[in-house]
């Protein structure tokens, strides 16, 4: 029988989530189990998308990545990969109703990711709406359980959350972005000569995004607002961290929370949700 491969499938996913993100991996956690599975599966789409366009530097990255958008729709449209990751994820779009639209999204970002190195303003938006805003509403569409007045009412602290999670990521990732991949994300923003006014001026965004998002995770069902929780006070330490330091050290380091002080947010978020102090 076909549950025998979706248990391991499942199992791949989860484990793909283990091996690149701790932090990720403890929202999870945090999360009811019948969430758990089906956002390990979004988590692991993204992530192997992700590695084609910034890691496999000595391979065609397009024809992977057209391989595997090719691969992505067939399975959802046959409800069924052999690749296990995709096996999962199409299991968690065609029960939870992912919409297709986010899907390209995401994969036009990736696309972006292999052919651009600077961004516009306009450019600069449809990246971060793929990359990261699309993949906060495909989590939401999982916690609503089909609900579409709450998905709608969330929609927009949703994809607040995913650009403040991404902006975030790009402070801290900075260094290895330019040096490494050759990229620059932030329009209007010389990296060679990036100073304290661009770090603020990019900081008072995220702070806004931030302020937003805590509206939405308040309003979120009880079985998905305690791991959301975590993931965004997770980010918002990293980012505190981020915004004490001077700009030569975001531009030659890259910023990090140890996993020992990743499990003692873990227990504050706990304790501070379960206390309704949100």
Do not use: W
Not at 39 to 62: L, M, N, P, T
Not at 116 to 144: P, T, W
């Amino acid at each position: 029988m076909k549950a025998k491969f979706d248990n391991l499938s499942a199992f791949v996913s989860k484990k793909t989530t283990q091996s690149y993100s701790t932090s990720f991996s403890l929202g999870i956690m945090f999360l009811d189990k019948e969430f758990r599975a089906p956002v390990y599966a979004v988590y692991g789409f993204v992530r192997f998308a992700d590695e084609i366009v910034d890691s496999f530097h000595e391979y065609d990255k397009k024809y992977l990545l057209d391989k595997f958008e090719q691969d992505t729709y067939e399975a959802i449209e046959q409800k069924i990969s052999l690749n296990p990751v995709l096996n999962s994820f199409q299991f968690a779009v065609n029960e939870y109703g992912i919409e297709m639209e986010l899907i390209d999204a995401f994969l036009q970002s990736m696309e972006m990711d292999i052919r651009e190195r600077e961004y516009s303003d306009g450019g600069y938006k449809q990246y971060i709406l793929g990359s990261a805003e699309v993949v906060g509403l495909m989590c939401l569409r999982i916690f609503v359980r089909g609900d579409i007045s709450l998905y709608n009412s969330l929609k927009p602290y949703a994809m607040k959350l995913g650009s403040a999670f991404q902006k975030v990521n790009f402070l801290r990732d900075i260094k290895a972005d330019y040096n490494d991949l050759g990229r620059s994300y932030f329009p209007g923003v010389n990296i060679k000569a990036f100073s304290m006014a661009d770090k603020r001026m990019i900081e008072k965004e995220i702070d806004l995004e931030f302020k937003e998002a805590l509206s939405g995770i308040r309003m979120l069902p009880f079985g998905s607002r305690r791991g959301v929780y975590l993931a965004y006070f997770y980010y918002k330490k990293l980012f505190l961290r981020i915004k004490r330091l001077p700009v030569e050290n975001i531009l030659n380091e890259r910023v990090r929370i140890s996993n020992g002080y990743k499990f003692l947010l873990m227990i504050n978020s706990y304790l501070r949700h379960q206390l309704n102090m949100l």
